[in-house]
């Protein structure tokens, strides 16, 4: 059973930093492709930045509003994911999810963990 945590939200004030980490249990993460995403209240869910491994490189992709301000990375033998968030803003306010995808035999199966609060506040 792939299990996924988040962890490291919390209250920030705005142009500050928190780092989110996402633990996965029962998988391999460098075998996975990994994102985060975020959901605000009354707003879609959202992707913020992805991570996977092609041909043996560690391929990243942002969206917009991520670029310049948040880096997403993994460690292999810790087996976790994470995204160190700067010059946060209020509209970041949001909870952030942790999404694993795994494709075997052409089957896809997705996971998620239960998200990590995020409140951009003075």
């Known amino acids: 059973q792939v299990r996924l945590v988040e962890s490291g939200g919390g209250l920030v004030q705005p142009g500050g930093s928190l780092r989110l980490s996402c633990a996965v249990s029962?998988?391999?993460?460098?075998?996975?492709?990994m994102s985060w995403f975020r959901q605000a209240p009354g707003k879609e869910r959202e992707l913020v930045a992805g991570?996977?491994?092609?041909?043996?490189?560690?391929?990243?992709n942002y969206e917009g509003f991520a670029k310049n301000r948040f880096i997403i990375s993994r460690d292999n033998v810790k087996n976790e994911m994470y995204l160190q968030m700067n010059s946060l803003r209020v509209e970041d306010t949001a909870v952030y999810l942790c999404k694993a995808v795994s494709v075997v035999d052409y089957r896809t199966t997705e996971y998620w963990g239960q998200g990590t609060q995020v409140t951009v506040s003075s």
């Open positions: 991570i996977a491994s092609v041909r043996g490189h560690s391929l990243t």
């Open positions: 029962g998988g391999n993460v460098s075998t996975y492709g």
